[in-house]
């Protein structure tokens, strides 16, 4: 048995969810998710517990088990508390600014990159004071479309190996590399 499968899901007050054959919808406070759900796996719901249960134990059942337990925990808890993914910007003269509901990042090319946020994205800029960097925190209910903005922000200046500048993940561990070196 899937240990990630089998475990149950149980919903908040203020969640509604509504289930039929082939998708279940999730709303709540901050907004309303709708999973397909896999024909091949069975989904309950009774007493506020949602349930998957799988036909076989063959591989791709077992796959799909975790999986459509996953998908749907993440969604209720989108709908409850939602998603953030924090990014920080390294870099000497590297910037960040909101512009509205966009967000203006300056990291060493000539012009400014604008960034406009994904369908249910919100941005809290926090620009970097004396000795602080600049940070980005993406907020949002889908936790997909949470992690594909953060990556889009970040794929505008990756960190480098040789002095770490760039955009990372918070906590994101840059494997450094010696530069050349001198030979006497």
Do not use: W
């Amino acid at each position: 048995m899937s240990r990630i499968g089998k475990m149950p899901i149980h919903v908040p007050n203020g969640v509604d969810i509504k289930l039929t054959e082939t998708d279940i919808t999730v709303k709540g406070p901050k907004g309303t998710l709708n999973i397909p759900i896999s024909p091949d796996i069975t989904v309950k719901f009774e007493n506020g517990v949602i349930t998957c249960e799988r036909p076989t134990n063959r591989p791709e059942h077992r796959s799909l088990h975790g999986l459509m337990r996953a998908l749907i925990n993440n969604a209720v808890i989108g709908v409850t508390q939602g998603f953030t993914k924090t990014l920080e910007i390294i870099g000497v003269g590297y910037r960040c600014e909101a512009a509205g509901k966009n967000v203006k990042i300056n990291v060493g090319y000539s012009n400014e990159n604008v960034v406009e946020p994904l369908p249910g994205i919100e941005f809290e800029v926090i620009p970097g004071a004396r000795n602080q960097t600049p940070t980005i925190i993406v907020k949002g209910y889908n936790k997909e479309t949470v992690g594909q903005q953060a990556a889009l922000i970040r794929k505008i200046r990756p960190p480098e190996p040789y002095k770490g500048k760039g955009i990372r993940y918070k906590g994101e561990v840059v494997r450094r590399k010696v530069g050349k070196q001198v030979k006497k």
